[in-house]
């Protein structure tokens, strides 16, 4: 429900689950603000019974000044999202901070996180204005896309606490300033990975051409996103990669082949969306799972060869309207075959006319298989 909707509410006095003050929806014991209905405050003082503070009270609203009690424990998803604050200081006693909670403030400046946040979540700052910020002691983990986009920030100092980190956390131009011991690793090319090589975190250079170490098993969300001048990623004979992840390589136009090394086993979602020079794919026998739209919307992709253990197919080639060949290998030697180790083939993964093409070529009765295959048309 958005406030935006009324002008004002009323609540009986004699009303057992909420009361209104200032126009300001809470529970009944004003211990949770649920809604705020004046968006003309520049500045407000948070009442001290109040622990929490609901989904997106404050979002989009004209705050510049916020006063927290000393009562306060939950800060929900986007509270403060799109509003004209300029300074935080979230204080000690607040213990979870929502998704996207300061996303979007176009006019904050500093932030200060108190001791009992452990997690800044995902998307948590992103595409704020936010040029300065102190984390705790305690921060144990940055969730992907924190501060994605904020452009101001040119400098954080991590604590030594930090173990885990998500993809495309930080600012791409950022200068990070990790403790001696810190459990992370910057390479030649300047990409960010954990202390043994295994997850490729972030990526802060633009170049044409990345070499991936053996060692690689994940390659995050977002790494390479809109990297419109790469060219090419080479992937060692050894590879251990298993997993490439959500939009790792989305809108790299230029990358006209992708060598799929032998043990992949995932295909996240959108992971190749909008790779316009890829024309032909050929999947390793490893790979099991191709998320949705992971390969919407490559315009030239003529050709895709899978390998002998897919499994799930699902809105993966959505918008590919040059696809014409598709290959199950394990087949009868048929240029489309699916075999019954296939699970799911769901209805957009691929053209309409090239999914009807391999349901009636496969099977004389292919209502029969759509019923048995879980597919709907």
């Keep these: ?46 009442p001290e019974t109040v622990e929490s503070v609901r989904r997106a009270v404050f979002a989009g609203h004209l705050l510049e000044n ?12 986007s509270f403060l999202e799109g509003s004209h604050i300029v300074n935080v200081t979230i204080p000690d006693t607040v213990i979870s901070l929502g998704n996207s ?27 704020s204005n936010i040029s300065n910020i102190t984390l705790n002691d305690r921060i ?11 452009f101001n920030l040119k400098y954080m100092k991590l604590p030594k606490s930090l173990i885990n980190i998500e993809g495309d956390c930080f600012p791409r131009d950022v200068i990070l300033d990790f403790p001696e011991d810190a459990p992370f690793a910057f390479a030649n090319q300047s990409l960010l990975y ?23 098993s994940t390659i995050s969300n977002g790494l390479f996103s809109y990297l419109g001048k790469l060219k090419s990623i080479n992937f060692q004979s050894n590879s251990n990669l298993t997993s490439i992840l959500n939009g790792a ?28 020079s890829l024309k032909t794919i050929y999947f390793p026998d490893s790979l099991v799972t191709i998320n949705v739209y992971a ?22 080639f959505y918008g590919c309207g040059a696809l014409e060949t598709v290959i199950f290998e394990g087949s009868a030697g048929t240029e489309i075959e699916l075999d019954s180790f296939i699970y799911r083939v769901s209805k957009g993964a ?8 391999l349901l009636k070529e496969i099977y004389a009765d292919y209502k029969y298989i759509i019923k048995n295959m879980n597919i709907c048309i």
């Design 140 to 150: 144990t983990t940055i969730k992907a896309s924190a501060f994605y986009e904020c």
């Design 194 to 216: 954990n202390g043994n090589k295994t997850v490729i975190y972030m990526r802060f250079s633009e170049l044409e051409h990345y070499d991936i170490p053996s060692s690689v």
């Design 295 to 316: 390969f919407q919307t490559c315009r030239k992709l003529t050709e895709v060869r899978f390998g002998r253990n897919i499994r799930f197919i699902s809105v993966t």
């Design 101 to 127: 909670a300061f996303a979007r403030c176009k006019y904050l400046n500093t932030v200060v996180i108190g001791k009992g946040i452990t997690i800044i979540p995902e998307s948590c700052f992103r595409s």
């Design 249 to 276: 390589f989305w809108g790299c136009g230029n990358l006209e082949t992708f060598d799929f090394p032998n043990n992949l086993t995932y295909i996240g979602n959108y992971a190749f969306r909008d790779c316009n």
């Design 66 to 77: 916020i006063t927290f009690n000393s009562k306060l424990r939950v800060l929900s998803e």
């Design 350 to 357: 691929f053209s309409t006319a090239l999914y009807m093409r």
């Design 1 to 46: 429900m958005s406030a935006s909707l009324f002008n004002e509410i009323i609540c009986d006095s004699q009303n057992n689950y909420f009361s209104v003050e200032d126009g300001i929806l809470y529970n009944k014991e004003k211990t949770s603000i649920i809604l705020c209905f004046q968006n003309n405050y520049t500045s407000i003082i948070i």
